[in-house]
């Protein structure tokens, strides 16, 4: 259990990642393919191994080709079968050809972790319309398009009776806001809405849509927050602790594995508690709500 930002981030290699211990059975996945978004760094690279961990094919995409590559040829040389398919999620006609390449590929899909996402720190009073719609194009239009086409993908290719396909979308913890990312709280406080909206649509169909909500999360992502949000991010929670990459995945294949059987339209927050006591400035703590003295 990491207790500080850099064992956290010692945490985060793709060597620690594939050593770590997890509550998961080695062949939980035998047979079943995954996708994961984002899969080049972060969660998206942990979850992706993780499911590579446990039998799992595995396609991961994400705009940089370069760190997709790196994370694919660390599983092949561990025995894993892993593609990458350069995939920028804004573009619908990209994630088309990508669901293209996993049927050409494999022939079937069983779980989606639905996690590319990303923002930038600003006061939500100076955004500029621009930046905005760049951070809901990314948060909500780009997650839409993975999860509706997931969907499409299972309405042509039928579930057999009794089998569940799983959507996991990555969001943010949005109960109480989060000062700083105003955008990506209202892009995610969408798909969260859209979740539970198809998870009635598409249970038909077979599908479970859930959420998975980090907290403060140690990953190659915090590097856009400035020093003053940094030095407090240890108040985020009650743990005063980041969580690590591997603790979001395991609650991604928590939901995406028969343990989520029974769960559809759900957000599973995994914060260290921070939806109950903590303060996350990510543009750093006003003057306003300093401390006399
Ligand atoms: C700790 C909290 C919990 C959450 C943690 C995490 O999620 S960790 C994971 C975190 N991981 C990530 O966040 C990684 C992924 N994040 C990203 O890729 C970007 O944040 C993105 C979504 C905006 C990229 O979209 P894109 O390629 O379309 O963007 P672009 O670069 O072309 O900019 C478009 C417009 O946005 C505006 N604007 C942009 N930056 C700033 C700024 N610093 N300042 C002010 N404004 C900014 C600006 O208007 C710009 O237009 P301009 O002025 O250039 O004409
Ligand atoms: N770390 C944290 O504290 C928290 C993270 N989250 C969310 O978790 C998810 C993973 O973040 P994390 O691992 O921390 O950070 P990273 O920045 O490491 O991961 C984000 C990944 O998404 C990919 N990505 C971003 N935009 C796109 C796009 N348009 N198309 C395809 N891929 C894209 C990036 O790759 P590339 O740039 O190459 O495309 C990158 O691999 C994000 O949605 C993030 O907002 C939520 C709460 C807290």
Redesign the pocket.
Same mark, same amino acid.
């Given at each position: 259990m990491s207790t500080t930002p850099e064992q956290a981030e010692q945490q985060n290699t793709p060597e620690a990642l594939w050593a770590a211990e997890t509550v998961y059975r080695p062949d939980l996945f035998a047979g079943k393919v995954a996708l994961v978004? /984002?899969g080049?760094?972060?969660? /998206?690279r942990a979850t992706a191994l993780l499911f590579a961990r446990l039998g799992a094919k595995v396609a991961i995409?994400?705009?940089?080709a370069e760190?997709l590559d790196a994370v694919v040829e660390f599983a092949r040389a561990r025995g894993a079968e892993m593609i990458a398919v350069p995939?920028?999620?804004?573009e619908p006609e990209q994630v088309e050809a990508l669901f293209a390449r996993i049927d050409d590929t494999w022939g079937r899909l069983d779980c989606v972790v639905n996690?590319?996402?990303?923002q930038y720190p600003q006061q939500a009073i100076d955004y500029a319309p621009k930046g905005w719609a760049a951070v809901i194009n990314?948060n909500l239009n780009?997650s839409w398009y993975m999860m509706q086409r997931a969907a499409q993908y299972w309405r042509e290719h039928p579930l057999p009776t009794g089998v569940s396909a799983s959507i996991v979308n990555?969001v943010?913890v949005t109960e109480r806001g989060m000062p700083g990312v105003a955008h990506?709280v209202a892009a995610r406080a969408g798909i969260i809405g859209a979740s539970r909206t198809v998870a009635v649509e598409w249970a038909p169909l077979g599908i479970r849509v859930n959420c998975v909500a980090?907290?403060?999360?140690a990953?190659?992502?915090?590097s856009v927050y400035p020093p003053e949000a940094v030095r407090e991010f240890p108040l985020a929670n009650p743990m005063k602790r980041p969580g690590t990459?591997m603790e979001i995945a395991e609650g991604c294949i928590y939901l995406s594995a028969s343990s989520g059987r029974f769960i559809t339209g759900e957000v599973l927050t995994i914060d260290g508690g921070g939806k109950l006591w903590g303060e996350l400035w990510t543009a750093g703590r006003p003057e306003y709500y300093k401390l006399p003295g």
């Open positions: 978004s /984002g080049g760094s972060g969660i /998206g995409c994400g705009r940089t760190k995939t920028n999620v804004r996690n590319a996402g990303g990314n780009g990555v943010v990506t980090p907290g403060l999360t990953t190659e992502g915090l990459a």
